[in-house]
């Protein structure tokens, strides 16, 4: 069911004209400091730069955009993977938790333009979603919207903080979504 799904939310956005996209399940110290997270987990001996787990697909797909920015535009890309989270509940032997996301971005693009592709892309996949105003720090305030699915928090749609852009060295404007897939993995399971 959970590939079944993850090939349709792929038709959906690659019809929509979004590309693909596939990141490292890593991300270096320095793109920990520009995202502001210091609770994170790191790679034992890493040999490379990219020694810690990532816990979202925004700060990849940042780096995609930034690693893009002289290329042609639009760019509309989303990628579908993993991420590790710590396993606050300790129901892993690890203490870590690994999740499957959904990120689209999007620029230039702006809040409006990207609820768009949300409100077809949950339709297309017979659910709905409501959205709650909310502050995170990769958006603008009031920009931005908490997703919230069968009554659970997956996410956040917004447009990205010009500061977090600047970060990145990204000069044109961006918009993303990011959610997490297991509440709607458990909503097709039941049905």
Same mark, same amino acid.
């Given at each position: 069911r959970k590939s079944k799904l993850k090939s349709k939310i792929s038709e959906i956005l690659i019809g929509l004209g979004f590309l693909e996209t596939s990141s490292f399940h890593l991300i270096t110290p320095e793109? %920990? &400091?520009i995202i502001k997270i210091t609770n994170y987990m790191e790679v034992a001996n890493s040999r490379v730069d990219y020694k810690i787990l990532r816990q979202d697909l925004l700060t990849p797909s940042l780096r995609i955009l930034s690693e893009n920015k002289d290329n042609e535009y639009p760019q509309k890309f989303f990628e579908i993977g993993t991420v590790f989270l710590r396993d606050t509940d300790k129901k892993t032997e690890t203490s870590v938790k690994e999740e499957d996301h959904l990120v689209i971005v999007a620029s230039p693009s702006n809040f409006t333009g990207l609820k768009q592709i949300l409100d077809y892309l949950i339709?297309?996949?017979?659910?709905?979603? #409501?959205?709650? #105003?909310?502050? =995170?720090?990769?958006?603008? $305030?009031?920009?931005? /919207?908490?997703?919230?699915? *069968? &009554? =659970? %928090?997956? /996410?956040?749609?917004g #447009?990205? *903080? +010009? $500061? &977090?852009? &600047?970060?990145? =060295? @990204?000069? @044109? +404007? %961006?918009?993303?979504? $990011?959610i997490s897939l297991e509440d709607i993995y458990d909503i097709f399971s039941k049905k």
């Open positions: 793109e %920990a &400091k339709s297309s996949i017979s659910l709905s979603y #409501e959205l709650k #105003e909310s502050v =995170n720090q990769y958006f603008i $305030e009031g920009r931005t /919207g908490l997703v919230i699915i *069968n &009554k =659970n %928090a997956t /996410g956040y749609i #447009e990205i *903080n +010009p $500061e &977090k852009l &600047k970060d990145w =060295n @990204i000069r @044109i +404007p %961006a918009s993303a979504i $990011e």
